[in-house]
């Protein structure tokens, strides 16, 4: 898409993050700093008959901070995590939205399940007590678009809306998206990213029919270990991450603070499996190049990627051997790691939630670590920044999302110098 049109420039301005590692973006972020891992042994009900008993909870997070008590039982997990996210992303980004702006604003807003939750609950009450029972508040409170619809109606905005569905690439996509939007000139400033929050028995049974979750229940909090010789499947999370993205100019006017600026997005397919990644990174591969053909930019000029890495062997080798197909000789040269090792896997939210954690290591010039990385897979030989943080000089970044279908996602940064 390179050259197509006249691109107007896209910065980050705000970052909102609700995770298992905490409820805002300071305190996810110092979480992965740490090397903390967010994983345990699920609460939400009881798993003792899954033979996975964890998850990546989101804990302490009150809804009735951010919508009024007499909608929470109207609106499903992933609304609500939408919610506080946005809350804490606007916020960061002192953005308000009045009838000045309010058409100049959008939102794209993601989820990849949506409301499970309130699915089930639902479906209890109606074999239990009959169709007359079911709430009325039903359907608005789970279908996908509705985290878009409900932050739009919160602070009275009037742009473009959206709500992609496409898997673990779902929040990479909405923030793709939205950048794209504000470079044709379509909006001024996106709220973008991904939702989720489908830690049910429904869900926890599905994947792990697939056989695709870890089992180490012991050990909770190492579960979540890519590239590590040692794994045994990903570890289904829940949260949202949310940005701001401003045009440039616009940022400068109201002099809102800079965290990067997006300057490429690629979208590519697999074509090749409903769950399984290609087992040579073609998609991944092909995703990158048009992410950094779209930035106008060199394979050489990335110093860091976060990696999707889920702790799954076909999803890191296959991305691994993308990254090599794709930077050569620089695959050695340049960072990888994976915050999935501390937060797990927020399916749809997760490239929301990586979007925000790019912003801030370009930002803050520190790269978070891998950690559970102690005995590393032969076939995976890149530097994983392990265990500890990194401070560095970085100048460009890239991180990936892949979801089941052969989606893929890759959205690239660069530091922002005024």
């Not at 479906?123 to 409900?150: C, K, W, Y």
């Not at 691994?320 to 790691?337: C, E, N, T």
């Amino acid at each position: 898409m390179s050259g197509t049109f006249p691109k107007r420039r896209v910065v980050v301005t705000g970052v909102g993050l609700v995770s298992p590692l905490g409820v805002g973006t300071r305190p996810t972020w110092e979480g992965l700093l740490a090397g903390r891992s967010g994983v345990g042994p699920i609460t939400h009900f009881d798993a003792a008959a899954f033979p996975s008993r964890i998850a990546g909870e989101v804990k302490g997070f009150e809804p009735s901070l951010f919508l009024e008590k007499k909608d929470i039982k109207k609106t499903d997990a992933f609304i609500q995590y939408a919610l506080g996210a946005t809350h804490y992303a606007l916020e960061d980004a002192g953005l308000t939205i009045d009838e000045g702006n309010a058409t100049r604003v959008g939102v794209i807003i993601g989820s990849g399940i949506g409301g499970l939750p309130l699915i089930e609950a639902m479906h209890d009450i109606l074999r239990e007590r009959g169709p007359d029972r079911i709430s009325p508040f039903f359907i608005p409170g789970l279908i996908v678009n509705m985290a878009t619809g409900q932050v739009s109606i919160k602070y009275g905005i009037k742009g473009p809306s959206s709500a992609p569905c496409t898997a673990c690439t779902t929040g990479l996509h909405a923030v793709g998206d939205a950048f794209r939007l504000i470079q044709l000139g379509k909006a001024e400033a996106m709220i973008a990213g991904g939702t989720e929050g489908v830690i049910t028995p429904l869900a926890l049974g599905g994947f792990a029919a697939m056989r695709a979750l870890s089992t180490r229940n012991d050990e909770p909090e190492k579960a979540s270990r890519p590239w590590d010789r040692d794994r045994d499947g990903f570890v289904m999370s829940e949260g949202a991450g949310i940005v701001v993205l401003e045009e440039l100019e616009h940022a400068r006017r109201r002099g809102a603070p800079v965290y990067a600026e997006v300057v490429g997005y690629g979208m590519s397919s697999d074509g090749y499996h409903i769950s399984a990644p290609h087992p040579e990174g073609d998609g991944a591969a092909r995703v990158m190049l048009e992410a950094l053909a779209d930035a106008e930019l060199p394979a050489e000029a990335v110093g860091y990627i976060n990696a999707h890495g889920t702790s799954t062997t076909l999803g890191d080798l296959g991305e691994v051997k993308a990254i090599k197909r794709v930077f050569g000789d620089h695959a050695y040269k340049l960072a990888v790691s994976s915050t999935k090792s501390s937060t797990g896997h927020l399916l749809g939210a997760a490239g929301g939630l990586e979007a925000g954690i790019l912003a801030l290591a370009l930002k803050e010039q520190v790269l978070p670590p891998t950690i559970n990385l102690d005995h590393p897979d032969p076939e995976a030989d890149l530097d994983f920044v392990p265990h500890t943080p990194r401070p560095v000089k970085l100048e460009v970044a890239l991180t990936n999302s892949f979801g089941f279908g052969g989606t893929n996602g890759a959205l690239v940064m660069r530091r922002y110098a005024a």
